[in-house]
Nanobody, 126 residues
């Protein structure tokens, strides 16, 4: 079992920045991709970004490219999502997720993720 704990959400004005963290604990012997997804009530969950735990390859949805940066610290089993130039449309609950079996299409497919964090709210005011 793996536990994921997110932190770093909050309220920020448009154009501002936030950094989200996701710390994994428990059985971390098999980590393929760690990802960030977001969801607005009444809408489908959306992939935001993922990172390969082995080689650090990153993936982003088009709407955040150039504004968000995902990174990892293998020694701390922690992933980060640095968000800059935030827009009101970035407002959502952000969830980190972990793929421990390699079935998540490089961390982009939420149905292939094995563990989820509790979510952290990001609100961007205009």
């Amino acid at each position: 079992q793996v536990q994921l704990v997110e932190s770093g959400g909050g309220l920020v004005q448009a154009g501002g920045s936030l950094r989200l963290s996701c710390a994994a604990s428990g059985d971390t012997s098999s980590m393929y991709h760690m990802s960030w997804f977001r969801q607005v009530p009444g809408m489908e969950r959306e992939f935001v970004s993922s990172i390969s735990w082995s080689d650090g390859t990153t993936y982003y949805t088009d709407s955040v490219k150039g504004r968000f940066a995902i990174s990892r610290d293998n020694t701390k089993n922690t992933a980060y999502l640095q968000m800059a130039s935030l827009k009101p449309e970035d407002t959502a609950t952000y969830y980190c997720a972990l793929d421990t079996m390699g079935y998540s299409d490089y961390g982009t497919d939420g149905d292939g993720m094995d563990y989820w964090g509790q979510g952290t709210q990001v609100t961007v005011s205009s």
